[in-house]
């Protein structure tokens, strides 16, 4: 079974602090893995995307890696702001490559 | 260009009623995925369809779920004689080409959803 974990839950940080969101996932087959931010409420918002052949990503101050051998993917976030704050989904593609598979999420507050 | 639009936002229904949400891509998106979000839940994939076709269902329910992409109009996704478990939010996502492209290079795009309560 197809598994994506994220660590931690959750995570509370005041305003500036740099943080590192962690995914890890069972199977090493994919196509590509991308992180999504989601706020109370809504739909996704897609941050990065990093395809099977990269290894990082960068937008702004957030940076995603890849590490396909080791099962791990990490959503680093430099000198978090309020309006950081929101629930960070991982995904990858599944074996067949016809969806994404989801963690559960972190869900981050950084407080002023 | 707008994005991935889902209607109704909030939907209501009582048990046994059906319940049907529609989904239009973005321009130009000729894949469509539909999930589901429980409480305290991540996200659960339901259906891969392309124009006209089901791709990948294995996330589907095999009973009072249905789903289809008519070659003209939104997407729909059917629920008959809807249960409470059947509660939560219906996401729907689009892309331009398949996930499983070499060159895919583009964001799977959310829509904000549809809230199915069944009392």
């Known amino acids: 079974k197809q598994e994506v974990t994220q660590i931690p839950a959750a995570l509370s940080v005041p305003e500036g602090e740099n943080l590192v969101l962690n995914c890890s996932f069972t199977d090493s087959a994919i196509y590509n893995l991308q992180w999504f931010r989601q706020d109370p409420g809504k739909g996704l918002t897609s941050l990065l995307l990093i395809q099977s052949s990269q290894r990082e990503q960068t937008s702004g101050r957030l940076n995603a890696s890849l590490d396909k051998s080791s099962g791990r993917s990490t959503l680093y976030i430099a000198a978090s702001q309020p309006g950081d704050s929101a629930t960070y989904l991982c995904a990858k593609t599944n074996q067949a490559g016809t969806a994404l598979i989801f963690g559960k999420g972190t869900t981050l507050s950084v407080s002023s | 260009n707008a994005g991935v639009m889902q209607n109704p936002r909030h939907l209501v229904r009582r048990r046994g009623q059906e319940a049907r949400l529609r989904c239009s891509p973005m321009k130009g998106h000729s894949h469509v995925y539909w999930y589901r979000q429980l409480p305290e839940e991540g996200l659960k994939f339901m259906v891969y369809?392309?124009?006209?076709?089901?791709?990948?269902e294995s996330g589907m329910p095999k009973e009072r779920f249905s789903a289809e992409f008519p070659k003209e109009g939104p997407s729909i996704l059917r629920i008959q004689q809807v249960v409470r478990g059947d509660s939560a939010a219906y996401f729907c996502?689009?892309?331009?080409?398949?996930?499983?492209?070499?060159?895919?290079?583009?964001?799977?795009?959310f829509g904000n959803g549809t809230r199915l309560t069944v009392t």
């Open positions: 369809l392309q124009k006209e076709n089901i791709i990948d």
């Open positions: 996502a689009s892309s331009p080409q398949p996930l499983e492209s070499r060159s895919y290079n583009s964001p799977l795009h």
